[in-house]
Structures are given as structure tokens and as C-alpha cells.
């Protein structure tokens, strides 16, 4: 994830370093700051954890469909079915 946050750092910096004038004059040095600290902050610490999450969460799904599948055999028949309309409707 620090590849993720240097690469946001270095955009959010490019796009200050191309605002107008009028920007630097209305907004204080500390609100960039303090933005620029807060995104690379959530990009280091919260995008890392919701992956991790997310891929739990993925594989306890998987693992339950392989165990119901593999104790009721029947279980197949409605859940394909199910998973391709799931697939078509998105």
C-alpha cells in the first residue's frame, strides 16, 4: 500500500502545485497539510484492513458454499441456477 499512497501524494501534490493563486490566498497552508496527511493516512491504514475484510469475507463464503455442496448434493441444483442470474442481473 505504500506504492498506493506515494502515487496519491504525488497527484494531490500536482494538482496544488497547478491550482490558481486564489487558492493559496483563501485556504490556509494547514488545511493542505492536514488533508494530504489525512489521505495518505486512510490510504496506509484503512484501504489495507477492508481488504482483509473483503477477502475473509470471500473466502468464508466460498468455504460454505464447497460444505453445503458437498453435504447436500441437491444444494447444487438451486444454487447455480441462482449464482448465474445473480451474474446476468449485475
Known amino acids: 500500500m505504500l506504492k498506493a499512497a506515494q502515487s496519491t501524494h504525488l497527484h494531490m501534490l ?7 493563486q ?8 494547514g488545511r493542505v497539510l492536514n488533508r494530504f ?5 486512510t ?12 477477502m475473509r469475507t470471500f473466502w468464508y463464503t ?10 447436500t448434493p441437491m444444494f447444487l441444483i438451486v444454487i447455480v ?4 442470474f445473480y451474474w446476468w442481473v449485475q
Open 62 to 71: 466460498v468455504n460454505v458454499l464447497i460444505v453445503c455442496s458437498a453435504l
Open 22 to 29: 486564489a487558492f493559496f490566498e483563501a485556504t490556509p497552508s
Open 43 to 54: 490510504i496506509d491504514s484503512l484501504i489495507p484492513d477492508n481488504i482483509d475484510i473483503w
Open 37 to 41: 496527511s489525512k489521505d495518505v493516512d
Open 81 to 84: 441456477p441462482l449464482m448465474l
Open 14 to 20: 500536482h494538482a496544488i502545485l497547478r491550482a490558481p
